[in-house]
């Protein structure tokens, strides 16, 4: 195992004192544990978003801390559930009385420890709701997950949801957007290399030298099939054949892309595959509206890509458009 | 070589219209050849920036075209630097009549090239000038370059010249500005893994399986020695401590930080160095006034980062904050 790490225990502690050392413009960390959340939260008069879920997926989650976006970004061990205690501090910390989105990827123990802290708070009469995201359409269940798993469309929901937040939006509305935004985005990925747990100290799986695995999950869980490794189009091809078979979109839709490398491949070959996207797209008559190449939901350090797309509307175009700043998006 | 691309003799192609289709909002491609410039250069009454060389460091150069910062955006085959004519098109394309600032990563061949297009374009009655970025500490001469060699500290040449240059400051000052930043920026980088340029096929070099490179190049030149890796508290403290030591910065100097990922190397990892960053220059009584961690200058699909330093003063941080607004680094 190689990697810029002191002891494999501390890799969170030592990642978020980074984060608060870079960004204290942007967030700051509780007392109680791997919990951070926005500087200046809770904002009055604003409904606050918590995400979160296990670690090793940055800029996900805490790099979307900051205005339009995330609230409070709550981080487990690596690839590990945060504990239901560690989400209901942040709950508390964030809410300003208007109430809590939790957005929650799709994995057993994230569902399950977010919905524990969601009825802690509710005890203390703190208003909580909800969503579970789940656009990989590589497979139905999965090693953490009953149903489809949350992979890269999540950040979509904090941009959009986060978006309706910050413009006043009341908790049931800021819910009914995320919700939207859950029905209208498909990704799926491909992975070309494994990764290594840091304590475990070694790849959970491995690949042959020209073998890659179709649809896998952001954990390195299995994907739909290994192949031989073919051009960047023709894998690009399979991916998004596989969302549009999913998503349907008429002839004429809007859509957003997200082009998302899980870390170890380089921002060069995001752009190729992305020159595809769009290829694919406009020949089916669907207008690309806007577009986010690069790392936003990573694997540790595996290589390869995820490829997202969301359906948009008038709503979701004009919130994806509103202003965000935080440490990994920012948008003018 | 397991790579998303199609074929290696045209990744560059493929890579720039991946980036065309991505960011329509702040470039477009020349005709002549691998040409990125600003969506609506040349800006009337504004001295233009050129930058570029060798492919394979995105998002460096093309990723800071934009408000704030470059103009034009050369792109030479991957580790090769970029034509005369390429360069001198760029000019022509930018220039508003108030002349074109050259910046040049100090690489034999595209100090080379960047003059002949410097005097190409001044037989056209262009205004042209060239700074030379030279930041890394870590040797003298190298593979590719008589003196130090240009990495990283680039971008901060690339962020504070661009907003002298928005201003509306004349060549002869934001060519002042650059030499400044210049003239206060080190940085130096390790190396945990190779790249594998895609027209050769193999990586150029290899390590151990436990080995590192101190010093390394963004193209894998050599760097100071190889070694057992350490943690990554020793390996910044290394780093630092080189930078430092070139630098002599005085207690109570302000400075800003990148913590630059060569692409395979997680954003974990990078705060993880952050952090021991941070708290070196804290305990020398040296304040970090901004700090970037992500990856800027990147070597292919290579592990490993690079720490730049940046002593500030009131005019460079003024213009460090100024807004930026382009595909790769936004300030708001």
Redesign the interface.
């Given at each position: 195992m190689?990697?810029?790490?002191?002891?494999p225990e501390y890799?969170v502690e030592?990642?978020?004192?980074?984060?608060v050392?870079?960004?204290p413009e942007y967030l700051r960390k509780l007392d109680a544990g791997n919990i951070l959340v926005r500087k200046n939260a809770p904002i009055k008069g604003k409904v606050a978003l918590v995400s979160g879920g296990g670690?090793?997926h940055?800029?996900s989650h805490a790099?979307y801390l900051g205005k339009g976006m995330l609230d409070g970004a709550v981080a487990g061990a690596v690839f590990t559930s945060p504990t239901p205690d560690q989400v209901y501090e942040a709950i508390k910390a964030v809410d300003s009385g208007e109430g809590v989105l939790l957005v929650i990827k799709n994995y057993t123990g994230d569902v399950m420890n977010f919905d524990m802290a969601k009825e802690m708070a509710e005890m203390e009469e703190i208003k909580v709701e909800s969503v579970i995201v789940n656009d990989d359409v590589a497979v139905e269940n999965s090693t953490y997950t009953a149903g489809r798993r949350g992979i890269a469309g999540t950040v979509f929901v904090h941009k959009i949801a986060g978006a309706k937040a910050e413009k006043g939006a009341s908790l049931k509305e800021v819910k009914a957007v995320a919700e939207k935004v859950i029905d209208n985005v498909r990704s799926m990925g491909m992975a070309?290399?494994s990764c290594i747990v840091p304590a475990a100290g070694k790849a959970n799986f491995s690949l042959g030298?020209?073998e890659?695995e179709i649809g896998m999950g952001i954990h390195g869980e299995p994907g739909t099939h290994r192949e031989t490794?073919k051009?960047?189009?023709e894998?690009t091809e399979h991916l998004v054949n596989r969302i549009l078979e999913d998503m349907k979109p008429e002839e004429g839709s809007e859509v957003a892309v997200m082009?998302n490398g899980l870390?170890?491949?380089?921002?060069?070959?995001?752009?190729?595959?992305?020159?595809k996207?769009?290829?694919i797209l406009t020949s089916k008559g669907i207008k690309?509206y806007k577009?986010?190449?690069g790392?936003f939901m990573?694997s540790?350090?595996m290589?390869g890509?995820s490829v997202s797309i969301l359906k948009l509307d008038d709503e979701l175009k004009e919130l994806l458009d509103a202003?965000a700043?935080t440490?990994a998006l920012?948008?003018?």
């Open positions: 190689k990697k810029l790490i002191n002891k890799v030592d990642m978020i004192a980074g984060m050392a870079a960004h670690s090793g940055e800029p790099g070309l290399s030298e020209d890659v490794i051009t960047a189009d894998i082009v870390s170890g491949t380089p921002l060069m070959e995001l752009y190729i595959v992305n020159k996207v769009n290829e690309v577009t986010f190449v790392e990573t540790l350090e290589a890509c202003p700043d440490p920012k948008l003018l």
